[in-house]
C-alpha cells in the first residue's frame, strides 16, 4: 500500500488535522464530469451520488437473461477527495428460485469482473483514473484495520475497527459537520 495513504490516516486521526480532512472533503472532484462522460456509452446506466469524503460513481449494466436465469450486472467506483485513490468492485444477483433456498437472492462482489462489459469499463476507468494521477486500493488494501485508532464507542456500522475504507471514504466521526 501506498505511503501516503498511512501517512494521510496519521495526519487526520492520530495528528487530529481535521481542517485537512474537511477542506478536501468540501473540494469538487474536478474529474467527475469526464469520468461520467467517459463511462456514459451505450446502454449502460451511469450514476454518481457525493458523500463527503468520496464519491461513487454506478453503473448498471443491461441484465442477461436465459431461460428462467436473469442475472443484473453493476459496477461501483469509489473514489476518495482526500487523497488521488480510488476502489473499483463489481457485483451481480440473480434470483434463487431454488426450492430450499434460504433467500430470494445470489449475489456477489470481487474487484475482479464477471463478464466482459465489466472488462471493458474497467479497462478504461483504472486507465483514466491512472493517467489522472490516482491509485488503485484492492479489497485487501481497503479492508486493511487501523489498531493505533479506536472506533468511537456509539458507532458500530463500520464495525470496531476504523479501516483504510471508513477513513479515507467516510466521514466516520462527522468531521465535516464540525463548525470552524
Not at 474497467?122 to 485487501?140: C, H, I, P, Q, T
Request: proline share 4%.
Amino acid at each position: 500500500m501506498d505511503e501516503i495513504v498511512l501517512e494521510t490516516i496519521g495526519r487526520v486521526y492520530k495528528n487530529k488535522d481535521y481542517e485537512f480532512f474537511k477542506k478536501k472533503s468540501e473540494e469538487e472532484l474536478v474529474i467527475l464530469d469526464d469520468l461520467v462522460k467517459l463511462i456514459d456509452i451505450g446502454d449502460v446506466i451511469v450514476g454518481a451520488q457525493e458523500v463527503e469524503p468520496s464519491v461513487r460513481v454506478y453503473i448498471d449494466y443491461p441484465n442477461f437473461k436465459k431461460g428462467e436465469m436473469e442475472v443484473s450486472y453493476s459496477t461501483s467506483i469509489d473514489i476518495s477527495k482526500i487523497i488521488p485513490v480510488y476502489y473499483v468492485q463489481h457485483e451481480f444477483a440473480v434470483e434463487n428460485i431454488d426450492e430450499n433456498r434460504m433467500g430470494p437472492v445470489l449475489d456477489g462482489f470481487d474487484g475482479q469482473p464477471y463478464i466482459i462489459n465489466q472488462a471493458n469499463l474497467y479497462d478504461k476507468v483504472s486507465s483514466f483514473l491512472n493517467k489522472n494521477g490516482y491509485f488503485e486500493l484492492s479489497y485487501a488494501e481497503m479492508n486493511i484495520a487501523i489498531p493505533s485508532i479506536k472506533m468511537p464507542e456509539d458507532i458500530w456500522l463500520f464495525g470496531p475497527q476504523f479501516t483504510v475504507r471508513t477513513c479515507l471514504f467516510n466521514d466516520i466521526l462527522n468531521i465535516c459537520e464540525i463548525d470552524d
